[in-house]
């Protein structure tokens, strides 16, 4: 089945630091791509998506492309902020008949500073 | 549009005992996901429920069962809890009739814990 790799963490920065998280893939063909956030005690929140190569989901100041050279999905911010401390996954279908099933990373710990 | 609740949000239970866990899909979703989610497993796929019917299942003891009703809302049983059994659950529900890997969206899960 597909599967993901996710920079682990955590990653600490300032207030208005430039935000990458790196994310890669293995897949047959070429699924949905999705990252999703997780603030302290709740669920998953979409946070952008993209569903064929070199598309560019964004979101909230976020970013992420879609590259099927390097079977990446690199999460980005030009400027974060104390706010966006989270959990941040990515993922993508798991493949094959693998119905309702999301394949995720491991979660990468962001906390920003003021 | 309500998004996706879980009943009940926080639950404390023994070992031993068994849980039921509900959760209600945004209207119109007819497939609905459940994982389990911990500090050292990350986010594992429990099963997934499409009309009534079980359609997929991860790795999980058969402790772990799950049924969807015909209004889509689906509830997951674990039965005879072990410590290990602490842990997030949540449900995700997604669009019917469209592509099987459409997007997931979450409710705000159910914060087991086993004593």
């Known amino acids: 089945g597909n599967s993901v790799t996710q920079m682990e963490g955590p990653v600490t920065l300032s207030e208005e630091a430039f935000l990458t998280i790196n994310c890669t893939y293995t897949?047959?063909?070429?699924?949905?791509l999705f990252w999703y956030v997780q603030y302290p005690g709740e669920g998953l929140q979409l946070l952008l998506k993209?569903?064929?190569?070199?598309d560019k989901g964004s979101n909230k100041g976020f970013e992420a492309t879609y590259r099927k050279e390097t079977t990446s999905f690199h999460l980005e911010k030009g400027s974060v902020q104390v706010s966006d401390s989270a959990v941040y996954f990515c993922?993508?279908?798991?493949?094959?008949?693998?119905?309702?099933?999301?394949?995720f990373g491991q979660g990468t710990i962001l906390t920003v500073h003021p | 549009k309500a998004g996706v609740t879980q009943t009940p949000r926080y639950l404390i239970k023994t070992r031993g005992q068994q849980v039921t866990l509900s959760c209600s899909p945004i209207?119109?979703?007819?497939?609905v996901s459940w994982y389990q989610q911990t500090p050292g497993q990350g986010l594992q796929f429990l099963f997934e429920?499409?009309?009534?019917?079980?359609?997929n299942k991860g790795n999980f003891p058969g402790r772990f069962s799950g049924r969807q009703f015909s209004n889509s809302r689906s509830e997951m049983n674990v039965s005879t809890l072990e410590l290990g059994d602490s842990a997030l659950y949540l449900c995700?529900?997604?669009?019917?009739?469209?592509?099987?890997?459409?997007?997931?969206?979450f409710g705000p899960g159910t914060r087991l814990t086993v004593l």
């Open positions: 995700a529900s997604s669009r019917p009739g469209l592509a099987v890997y459409h997007e997931q969206f």
């Open positions: 897949a047959t063909g070429y699924p949905s």
């Open positions: 993209a569903t064929k190569a070199d």
């Open positions: 993922a993508l279908p798991s493949g094959g008949t693998s119905y309702g099933k999301l394949t």
């Open positions: 209207s119109g979703h007819r497939s």
């Open positions: 429920y499409f009309s009534e019917t079980q359609r």
